[in-house]
């Protein structure tokens, strides 16, 4: 995973902790590796692998929360929910990831802007 801020910190951890006040980020140790309060948070972003693609640059997906992660060019990022695995096994064997998203994404989930 990594925490996203405002002022563009990128800070790798494997997990996080929510806290009245912001999220407590962790290490695979589960040693402390920063802390960061919500007005400073922009998101946390799951693990994505990097795409060939003229349109997406990377794609996550999380198995038990069944969501797929997408960051376009351009620094857009979108997380599709209730998305089931075999879409996000689709878009990475596909020739044209921007036409498999197309056919077999937009529209047809729900979806949040994280970025």
Known sequence: MK?????????????IEETEHGVRLYDEADEL??????PNLLYVTRW????SSSSIESV???????TLEIAFEGDRVYRYL???????E?????SSKGRYF?????GKFHYLRVA
């Not at 996550?60 to 929360?65: M, P």
């Open 90 to 94: 689709g878009i990475l064997s596909a």
């Open 82 to 88: 209730d998305v089931p695995r075999g879409v996000y």
């Open 48 to 51: 994505r692998i990097p795409v």
């Open 60 to 66: 996550g997906y999380d198995d038990a929360e069944m």
């Open 3 to 15: 925490a996203i801020t405002a002022d563009g910190e990128s800070i790798e951890c494997t997990s």
């Open 102 to 106: 197309h056919d077999h994404v937009r």
């Open 33 to 38: 590796v920063g802390y960061v309060p919500y």
